[in-house]
């Protein structure tokens, strides 16, 4: 069921963060709740992260609990398996999402089935973090969005979120959960805004999409960096006279249907909007469930904004690849006009 954008009790403490400072917000405060919560990874601790994202925490709870790894992926998550199997709650970062691969194997032969190989004798809650997605002209291996991968593997939860906020209270949901959670953090927005965000512990529910943006004429279904280009589309459009509503995701399995489905039996028409390659995105997926689910509300084919169907390009041709406001904006007219 889908959630409006995150708000707070005007009474209750804020701070103001940018997404990435609310990663560590999330990390710290659930760290000092709950002594089982363990950070580790390549350079998380004295270093407090290539992006900082835990800056900090290793000062303050110690070499126990902040663990700095060797370069080995694989041995990363395998250690974190193990941890998660007999009662702790590790938190793994990955420093790329590029960079996962070596972990392919731990995380969906091992993480996402250890309930159903135990018959629920064990569960594995652990949280993988990783920066994800281009935009900062970073070398090859360092702007991959291959969420759909994940997304395919039953017994993994996948989250991304788009807004400090909503970074604080998916973390804490992730980390409280008691089975494997993927957790994308977009690194081209890490530090492009600040939001109020609880200083206290909060929740955010996994599985549940947030409506940006309400309108009556076409639905557009986006989420992590890309949520913030459509809004901005979303909002060009309106003074050309399409109402569009802007559903972001935040939590991609469980995928929130009813919201999706919901949103299109109003409007009739839908655009899916995300920075992976076209084929077998996420974006077919969510085709294919308003195709099943509500046929017969379609007034318009449903136009898909997305990366190519190539490796992610260097430097000059970056902004090209990325889905950006106009060329969202042409596709969001064309299911709108057609």
């Known amino acids: 069921m889908a959630a409006e954008t995150g708000t707070q009790s005007e009474s209750a403490e804020t701070e103001s ?9 999330g990390l710290y405060t659930e760290m000092q709740r709950d002594e089982d919560v363990i950070v580790m990874g390549e350079d998380v601790g004295e270093n407090g992260g290539v992006f900082r994202a835990t800056e900090g925490l290793y000062d303050e709870f110690g070499e126990n609990r902040v663990i700095d790894t060797p370069l080995a992926e694989s041995g990363i998550v395998g250690t974190a398996i193990g941890m998660a199997a007999y009662g702790l709650r590790p938190v793994p970062e990955i420093q790329f999402l590029g960079f996962i691969y070596p972990a392919f194997d731990q995380i969906v032969s091992h993480a ?6 135990s018959r629920g004798r064990f569960t594995c809650p652990l949280v993988v973090r990783a920066p994800y997605g281009g935009g900062i002209r970073a070398p090859e291996h360092h702007s991959e969005s291959s969420e759909a991968m994940f997304v395919h593997q039953p017994g993994l939860k996948v989250v991304i979120p788009s807004t400090p906020y909503d970074t604080k209270g998916l ?3 992730a980390i409280r959960d008691p089975d494997p959670v993927l957790f994308l953090e977009p690194k081209l927005i890490y530090r492009a805004f600040r939001e109020d965000v609880p200083v206290d512990s909060y929740e955010v529910p996994l599985g549940e999409a947030a409506v940006r943006r309400h309108g009556e004429d076409i639905s557009v279904y986006t989420w992590g960096a890309m949520t913030r280009p459509t809004v901005e589309a ?3 459009l309106a003074e050309e006279g399409i109402d569009v509503e802007v559903v972001d995701l935040r939590t991609l399995s469980p995928l929130d249907e009813e919201t999706i489905v919901e949103s299109f039996e109003k409007t009739g028409r839908a655009a899916v909007v995300h920075e992976a390659p076209k084929t077998g995105g996420l974006g077919a997926e969510i085709v294919a469930t308003l195709q099943e ?4 509300y379609q007034e318009a084919p449903i136009t898909r904004i997305t990366g190519f169907d190539t490796p992610f390009p260097l430097y000059a041709l970056e902004d090209y690849y990325l889905p950006e406001p106009e060329r969202i904006e042409d596709g969001i007219r064309e299911a709108a006009e057609f």
Request: aromatic share 0%; glycine share 0%.
């Open 293 to 296: 689910e509500s046929l017969l």
């Open 112 to 117: 996402a089935r250890l309930r159903t190989r």
């Open 171 to 173: 973390l804490t949901s």
């Open 234 to 236: 979303a909002d060009n």
């Open 17 to 25: 963060l940018t997404l990435v400072q609310a990663v560590r917000d």
